[in-house]
T-cell receptor, first 112, second 109 residues
Framework: NAGVTQTPKFQVLKTGQSMTLQCAQD?????MSWYRQDPGMGLRLIHYSVGAGITDQGEVPNGYNVSRSTTEDFPLRLLSAAPSQTSVYFC???????????FGSGTQLSVL | GQNIDQPTEMTATEGAIVQINCTYQTSGFNGLFWYQQHAGEAPTFLSY????GLEEKGRFSSFLSRSKGYSYLLLKELQMKDSASYLCAVRDKGGKLIFGQGTELSVKP
C-alpha cells in the first residue's frame, strides 16, 4: 500500500493563478481532510470529507474548494491564489472519523 | 469557540523524563490524539485517549482528564531522536480534528 499520496511536493504560483493539489489514498479510508501548516499557527483544518459525495468546511475554508467523487481521491483547488495561501499543505485520511489520521508527505506552496 | 493550548517550546536532557501538557475547550469531545512531527516531515500518530486515565505505549504515555479538559504526553528515557514537535489534537462533536499549535521539544546531551 502506498498510503496517502500527495502531489506536487513543491509549487510556486503567481497571484491570481489557479491550481489543484492532488491527494489519493489506497487504504479504503472514508474520512479525508486537508490542513495547512504555518509557523506559530499549528495545523489548521481547511476542508474535510466523511465519505464519497460529502464534504464540509473546516476552520479556514475561504479561497479553497474540494470535491470527493470517489473514496480514493480528495483534491484541493485554489481558484485564485493569494500570497496569504503560502503554506505547507497536508492531506490526511482515516478509516473512520474517530480513528487516527495518516498524513501525506506535504506540499510546500509559495504564492508570489 | 475551539481552543487548544500547549507550551510553545520545551528543553530536556537526554535520558530524562519530560511532560508536555495540553488543555482544551472544544465543541464536544470525541477523543484526543498526540502526534509527533520532525522538522520537514509529516506528523505521525503517537497515542489516542477517549476515556479518562493513562495509556502507556513503550517510552511514551498519554493521560486524559475529560472533566478538566486536560491531557499530557509523558516521554521517558529521552533520546536525541525525540527532538521534534509534539501536536495535541481533539476530535470535536462534529468529527473535526482540531490541532493545537504544537510544542517544540529540544533534547540536549
Amino acid at each position: 500500500n502506498a498510503g496517502v499520496t500527495q502531489t506536487p511536493k513543491f509549487q510556486v504560483l503567481k497571484t491570481g493563478q489557479s491550481m489543484t493539489l492532488q491527494c489519493a489514498q489506497d487504504m479504503n479510508h472514508e474520512y479525508m481532510s486537508w490542513y495547512r501548516q504555518d509557523p506559530g499557527m499549528g495545523l489548521r483544518l481547511i476542508h474535510y470529507s466523511v465519505g464519497a459525495g460529502i464534504t464540509d468546511q473546516g476552520e479556514v475554508p475561504n479561497g479553497y474548494n474540494v470535491s470527493r467523487s470517489t473514496t480514493e481521491d480528495f483534491p484541493l483547488r485554489l481558484l485564485s491564489a493569494a500570497p496569504s495561501q503560502t503554506s505547507v499543505y497536508f492531506c490526511a485520511s482515516s478509516l473512520g472519523h474517530n480513528e487516527k489520521l495518516f498524513f501525506g508527505s506535504g506540499t510546500q506552496l509559495s504564492v508570489l | 469557540g475551539q481552543n487548544i493550548d500547549q507550551p510553545t517550546e520545551m528543553t530536556a536532557t537526554e535520558g530524562a523524563i519530560v511532560q508536555i501538557n495540553c488543555t482544551y475547550q472544544t465543541s464536544g469531545f470525541n477523543g484526543l490524539f498526540w502526534y509527533q512531527q520532525h522538522a520537514g516531515e509529516a506528523p505521525t500518530f503517537l497515542s489516542y485517549n477517549v476515556l479518562d486515565g493513562l495509556e502507556e505505549k513503550g517510552r511514551f504515555s498519554s493521560f486524559l482528564s475529560r472533566s478538566k479538559g486536560y491531557s499530557y504526553l509523558l516521554l521517558k528515557e529521552l533520546q536525541m531522536k525525540d527532538s521534534a514537535s509534539y501536536l495535541c489534537a481533539v476530535r470535536d462533536k462534529g468529527g473535526k480534528l482540531i490541532f493545537g499549535q504544537g510544542t517544540e521539544l529540544s533534547v540536549k546531551p
